[in-house]
């Protein structure tokens, strides 16, 4: 079975600009969610998308939004970037909320 | 909003050695999660418990749920270099869709 997928895998934008950013979730999963991991810090939660329905959200603003398509896989945009959304973003994705499967991420710099 | 405090952030040890690192929360947890995570690799699911007083062993690691389902400890025996990494605890809420993480601890194992 595949993993998750996510790309691209290094992304530089300037501040102002928006991004988007891809996710394949893993074969048989239905469920996506997004993290935000800074440095030296642990994966905070973004939002999470269950049969192409948002599914619960985390303290961002409205400029972090996201889409699942019918295949179950995702995308995250944002826009507006700042420079504090420099990051690493992971997706995972998991059967009906249960042993999630992280992808490697994108790195994120935001100049 | 649910915080995950694991300690200690950093241990650095010899090869051969027992730790023992901890996830602890005043918020009670339908099931909490396990990670190890390399640099530039997504978390990689190490266990999921669910009910209170639950112990896991995976190898020379033990895991083990608070009764109360608010608190978690992963123990090591027998350290290894390939044991370095950082761990991270997560946890999920009821219905919240989504997964709390903690700030890690950062590990380190020398030969």
């Known amino acids: 079975e595949t993993g998750v997928t996510q790309s691209p895998t290094h992304l530089i934008k300037t501040r102002g600009q928006q991004v988007t950013l891809r996710c394949s979730s893993q074969?048989?999963?239905?469920?996506v969610s997004w993290y935000q991991q800074a440095l030296g810090q642990g994966p905070q939660f973004i939002f999470q998308?269950?049969?192409?329905?948002?599914?619960g959200r985390g303290n961002f603003p409205p400029r972090f939004s996201g889409l699942q398509f019918p295949n179950y896989s995702s995308e995250l945009n944002v826009n507006a970037l700042e420079l504090d959304d420099s990051a690493l973003y992971l997706c995972?994705?998991?059967?009906?909320?249960?042993?999630?499967?992280f992808g490697s991420g994108t790195r994120l710099t935001v100049v | 909003t649910q915080l995950l405090e694991q300690s200690p952030q950093f241990l650095s040890i010899q090869e051969g050695e027992n730790l023992t690192v901890y996830c602890n929360s005043s918020?009670?947890?339908?099931?909490l999660q396990w990670y190890r995570q390399e640099p530039g690799e997504g978390p990689v699911l190490l266990v999921t418990?669910?009910?209170?007083?639950e112990v896991k062993k995976l190898k020379r690691l033990t895991f083990q749920f608070g009764d109360a389902r608010k608190d978690s400890s992963l123990h090591i025996t027998a350290a290894q270099p390939g044991d370095t990494g950082l761990y991270l605890c997560?946890?999920?809420?009821?219905?919240?869709?989504?997964?709390?993480f903690g700030d890690g601890t950062t590990l380190t194992v020398k030969p």
């Open positions: 995972a994705s998991s059967l009906e909320g249960y042993g999630y499967t």
């Open positions: 418990v669910v009910t209170g007083g």
């Open positions: 998308y269950y049969r192409e329905e948002e599914n």
């Open positions: 074969s048989g999963h239905n469920t």
């Open positions: 918020s009670v947890f339908s099931s």
């Open positions: 997560a946890g999920d809420e009821t219905n919240a869709g989504k997964s709390t």
